[in-house]
């Protein structure tokens, strides 16, 4: 990346970027558009593209994304590059063209001119480690996994409500092999009271199912499960489809499987791992989330509230007049907000002051989700200081810092002497 000077400048491009093609626009310091060309997405493309540009460089090049293979080309080309956020880009077009006309050379002009014009506030693009990045794609892939898991169980569960009201009515909770594997030995009501109680209770003692509290009502319920079936039809259909989904969520949860081995091995090797790993209540799976999310830039947070608004925990505040209202943050990074929302959560069985924090927002009227973003504040405010020190979390530290500044948590009484 470049380090020239901004006032230095003499070129400034944008790229407006498509899955098979990308158009390029190049504007010089006084405004004037001094290169226009399109190339597709190919290397050939990429290639004539860095030749064609060889004349404007040193090149800055604003681009409606941050991430993505036309991202890492113009860095690997040398070009300093400066992600937009698409509302931003849109009122960029809309200064240069208020009549709502739209095309692709449009778009990369208007964001060209606007980097020239007002680029010396953006911030440029910094790449990450590798190993931060991979560990973010592969966290960010694993949810992507999981939603389809949740999806195909949904599905699972809608096949056997059409002819298998009794396999619903034995159990809760259907992204467990153990019910998948169910389907799988009774995928009809007549298979299952045609196996008997002896084939039922070794079910669920292989599967590890068997609890005094609930294995007669389970058993009760197999012996009746002809009572209430679909038709002929729709058993012989849906108990079809019931055991090709049981199997792809096999299938699928074995990939899950690898990639849990896989994150949690890259997370190892990272040099944050301690300070994530000690945070209560981010465990195995929200630990490398929020250092994938977060990752190790230390400057780019100057403060915890830079933190905290990425991570959308912080309000947003609108103010007009006599008018002032504060809103929920919806320019943020969704990832990092879902990563912080079930951290926080979690965070409340392990911590007895995040416990009483988020029972005090509750009783002030606030919402379950409210209460957890409040939570996540605080817990972010804590986070960055821990990442700027490099230190793990210490929560009898922190408990004496809340005391010895007064903090509200102060309503914890510490433990008497005996």
Not at 163 to 189: I, K, S
Not at 319 to 342: D, F, M, N, T, Y
Request: glycine fraction near 6%; aromatic fraction near 10%; include cysteine.
């Amino acid at each position: 990346m470049n380090t020239i000077a901004w006032d230095e400048r003499k070129y400034f491009g944008a790229l407006d970027w498509a899955r098979d093609h990308h158009d390029l626009v190049v504007v010089a310091a006084q405004g004037a558009v001094v290169c226009e060309l399109r190339c597709e997405h190919t290397a050939a493309g990429w290639q004539a593209l860095r030749e064609k540009l060889r004349d404007y460089e040193p090149l800055a090049v604003a681009v409606e994304t941050n991430q993505g293979l036309a991202v890492e080309q113009l860095l690997e080309a040398g070009y300093t590059v400066y992600p937009v956020n698409p509302k931003s880009a849109q009122r960029y077009r809309e200064r240069q063209a208020p009549t709502g006309v739209k095309d692709d050379q449009l778009d990369a002009w208007s964001l060209a001119d606007a980097l020239r014009l007002d680029g010396h506030g953006w911030k440029p693009l910094v790449p990450d480690d590798p190993l931060v990045a991979e560990l973010r794609l592969l966290t960010r892939d694993e949810v992507a996994l999981i939603e389809q898991r949740t999806a195909l169980s949904n599905q699972l569960q809608a096949a056997l409500c059409a002819y298998y009201p009794a396999a619903l009515a034995a159990f809760n909770d259907w992204t467990r092999p153990a019910t998948w594997a169910f389907v799988e030995a009774f995928p009809t009501p007549e298979a299952l009271v045609k196996a008997g109680p002896r084939q039922w209770k070794k079910f669920l003692h292989v599967h590890q199912l068997w609890r005094e509290a609930t294995a007669e009502k389970r058993l009760e319920i197999f012996a009746q499960a002809t009572a209430l079936q679909g038709g002929a039809a729709t058993v012989a259909a849906k108990s079809f489809l019931a055991v090709a989904l049981a199997k792809v969520l096999r299938t699928l949860e074995a990939q899950l499987q690898a990639y849990r081995e896989k994150i949690e091995d890259r997370f190892r090797q990272h040099p944050d791992h301690d300070l994530f790993g000690s945070l209560p209540g981010a465990g195995r799976k929200l630990a490398p989330r929020l250092l994938a999310e977060i990752g190790d830039q230390r400057a780019r947070f100057a403060a915890a509230e830079g933190l905290q608004a990425y991570a959308g925990t912080a309000p947003l505040t609108f103010k007009s007049g006599q008018i002032e209202k504060h809103l929920i943050r919806r320019a943020c990074a969704p990832c990092l907000r879902a990563a912080v929302h079930h951290w926080a959560n979690h965070s409340r069985h392990q911590c007895a002051w995040a416990e009483a924090y988020y029972q005090a927002h509750r009783e002030k009227g606030q919402s379950h989700a409210c209460a957890l973003r409040c939570l996540g504040q605080r817990w972010l405010k804590i986070l960055w200081k821990m990442w700027q020190t490099h230190t793990a979390y210490d929560e009898a530290l922190h408990r004496h810092n809340q005391h010895q500044h007064g903090s509200w948590v102060i309503a914890l009484q510490p433990e008497k002497s005996a």
